[in-house]
Nanobody, 120 residues
Framework: VQLVESGGGLVQPGGSLRLSCAAS????????MSWYRQAPGKERELVAV????????DYVDSVKGRFTISRDNAKNTVYLQMNSLKPEDTAVYYC??????????????WGQGTQVTVSS
């Protein structure tokens, strides 16, 4: 299983970024996907989650109305559109595939992370 994030970078406050997470090695369309972030000195937190079929997603309160999670099951990719970015959004962003089943076992998989820095 591989999860490869891309799209991070440096952006000014109020700007936008779109993160992508390309998945391989499992049946992507069967599983919910999520985005997490971890800021320096803080615990990793769940940012957004989307069901296997897609839809509107669920979000942590601090990003509601600014971030949108989406997926393209034909491309095995999940996205995080981030608008109206704030300095407090600065973090390493990770995608996660939770509970992927292989045989009788379930495993959680993480990408390597992509840095998002919001600064003027």
């Amino acid at each position: 299983v591989q999860l490869v994030e891309s799209g991070g970078g440096l952006v000014q406050p109020g700007g936008s970024l779109r993160l992508s997470c390309a998945a391989s090695g499992f049946t992507f369309s069967r599983y919910a996907m999520s985005w997490y972030r971890q800021a320096p000195g803080k615990e990793r937190e769940l940012v957004a989650v989307i069901t296997s079929a897609g839809g509107s997603g669920d979000y942590v309160d601090s990003v509601k109305g600014r971030f949108t999670i989406s997926r393209d099951n034909a491309k095995n990719t999940v996205y995080l559109q981030m608008n109206s970015l704030k300095p407090e959004d600065t973090a390493v962003y990770y995608c996660k595939a939770p509970g992927v089943r292989f045989g009788s076992q379930r495993y959680d998989y993480w990408g390597q992370g992509t840095q998002v820095t919001v600064s003027s």
